[in-house]
C-alpha cells in the first residue's frame, strides 16, 4: 500500500510541470515578411517593444523568412522590422491578451533603411494556429455588463464555448 501511494505521489509530481505549461499566462506573435514579388525575406531584424515598459524582445527571421516571438507578457507592444536594402516598417497598437498568439506577417518595400513604412489599421487579428475558443473578461468589461450584482458565474456564462447544465 505504501509502494502505491508513493508511486502516485511521485506520477502527481511529475504532471505539474505539464499542467503548469498549459495555464500559461503568456502571449505570441509570429508572421512572415515578404518582398513586393512574394518572395520570402531571410535575417530581417524583427523588434517587438512594449509600449508601457519599453521591454525590447528581438529576434530574425529564418530562412523562409518566417519569425516568432514567444513569451510575451499581455499589454500593447509595437513591431518593427528592418532589413538592408529595405524601408523599415513599424506596426504600432497591437494588443495582446492571455495565451494569444496573433499572426502578423509584412510585406517589405525597397529603398533605404533611413526611409520607414508605418502600418496602421492592419484589420482584426486572427489566430490562425489553433481552434483555441477563449474571451478575456477585463475589468472594463464587467463594469460595462447590466450584471445583477456583478456575479462572475454570469461572466462565465457569457464566454464561448459554456455549456450552463441545469441543477438537480
Known amino acids: 500500500m505504501r509502494f502505491l501511494r508513493s508511486a502516485s505521489l511521485a506520477v502527481l509530481l511529475a504532471m505539474i510541470p505539464v499542467l503548469a505549461h498549459g495555464q500559461s499566462t503568456s502571449a505570441a506573435i509570429a508572421g512572415r515578411i515578404t518582398d513586393p514579388a512574394k518572395a520570402t525575406v531571410p535575417h530581417a531584424k524583427v523588434e517587438v517593444v512594449n509600449t508601457a515598459t519599453n521591454l525590447h524582445y528581438e529576434t530574425e527571421t529564418d530562412d523562409g523568412g518566417s519569425y516568432v516571438v514567444a513569451n510575451l507578457p499581455p499589454g500593447n507592444y509595437r513591431i518593427e522590422v528592418e532589413k538592408q536594402g529595405f524601408k523599415s516598417i513599424v506596426k504600432p497598437d497591437l494588443v495582446l491578451h492571455v495565451q494569444d498568439t496573433v499572426e502578423v506577417n ?32 477585463d475589468r472594463q468589461f464587467a463594469e460595462n455588463l447590466p450584471l445583477n450584482g456583478r456575479s462572475f458565474q454570469t461572466l462565465i456564462e457569457l464566454t464561448p464555448g459554456v455549456v450552463v447544465t441545469p441543477k438537480h
Open 106 to 137: 509584412f510585406e517589405m518595400v525597397l529603398g533605404s533603411a533611413t526611409e520607414t513604412v508605418t502600418v496602421s489599421g492592419g484589420g482584426i487579428n486572427i489566430n490562425t494556429t489553433d481552434a483555441t475558443v477563449s474571451t478575456v473578461v
